[in-house]
C-alpha cells in the first residue's frame, strides 16, 4: 500500500468515526468533496498545509495521519506523568532512533518531534527544508509564540512584518501578532535545517 493511500485511508477512517460527511469536512478545509474523495481513494495526495487544514478539521494531530509509526502515535496521545513505581510514564530523552519522523509525499519538509509529545506546554520541531524550495504557512488553531533557531544553512523567513535572512545560530521570534507567511531555503547546494519552538503546542 503507498504512503498516499494510506494517509487517504486515515483521512476516511477518522472521517467516519467523527460521523463527519466528506461535503462537512470540504466545508471546514476549502478543499472540495470531489477532491476529498480522491485523496481518500489515494488517487491524488494533499500538500502539508492542506493536510493540516484536514487534520484540524478531523479533531485530530497530523501525526495520525501521517504517519503509523509506532514513535508518532505515542506522541499524540495523553500520558500519565509518574508511574506508581515513582519511574516516569515516557522517555526524557529523544535520540534520531526514537524520533517521530513525518514526511509528506508532496512535501520538501521533513518534521521531527523532539519533545516526547505534544502534549507539553511548549512542542519543539526539528525541520529539515530542501533547497530551493517553500513552505507556505497555514493558518493555526489558536494564537501562538514560536522560535525558529537555524542549526545550518540559510533560511528566509517571511512574516507579515518583512523578511528576513537567518544564518546558522540566528534565531527569530514571532507571534501572532507578526504571522508567519512562507519559509525559504536560500542555501544554493544544501537544506537548511532549523528548530522550531512554539507555545501553546498546536500546528
Do not use: W
Amino acid at each position: 500500500m503507498t504512503a498516499i493511500l494510506q494517509i487517504g485511508l486515515r483521512i476516511k477512517n477518522r472521517r467516519q468515526e467523527l460521523g463527519l460527511t466528506q461535503k462537512e469536512v470540504a466545508r471546514k478545509t476549502g478543499l472540495s468533496p470531489a477532491f476529498l474523495s480522491q485523496v481518500e481513494h489515494g488517487k491524488v495526495s494533499l500538500t502539508i498545509n492542506s493536510l493540516e487544514s484536514v487534520a484540524m478539521a478531523l479533531d485530530t494531530h497530523i501525526v495520525n495521519l501521517i504517519s503509523d509509526d509506532a514513535h508518532a502515535s505515542s506522541a499524540v496521545q495523553p500520558s500519565v506523568e509518574k508511574l506508581p513505581e515513582g519511574k516516569l510514564a515516557y522517555d526524557p530523552v529523544k535520540t534520531p532512533l526514537n524520533r517521530s519522523r513525518l514526511l509528506l509525499p508532496t512535501s520538501n519538509m521533513m518534521f521531527e518531534l523532539l519533545t516526547p509529545s505534544i502534549n507539553r506546554k511548549f512542542v519543539a520541531y526539528k525541520h529539515q527544508l530542501r533547497s530551493h524550495t517553500v513552505y507556505i504557512a497555514s493558518r493555526l488553531s489558536e494564537p501562538t509564540d514560536q522560535v525558529i533557531y537555524v542549526l545550518s544553512g540559510k533560511l528566509g523567513v517571511g512574516l507579515e512584518s518583512g523578511d528576513y535572512e537567518l544564518n546558522p545560530d540566528d534565531s527569530i521570534y514571532y507571534n501572532d501578532n507578526d504571522k508567519l507567511m512562507r519559509l525559504v531555503c536560500l542555501s544554493e547546494d544544501e537544506d537548511v535545517v532549523f528548530l522550531v519552538i512554539i507555545s501553546p503546542p498546536v500546528y
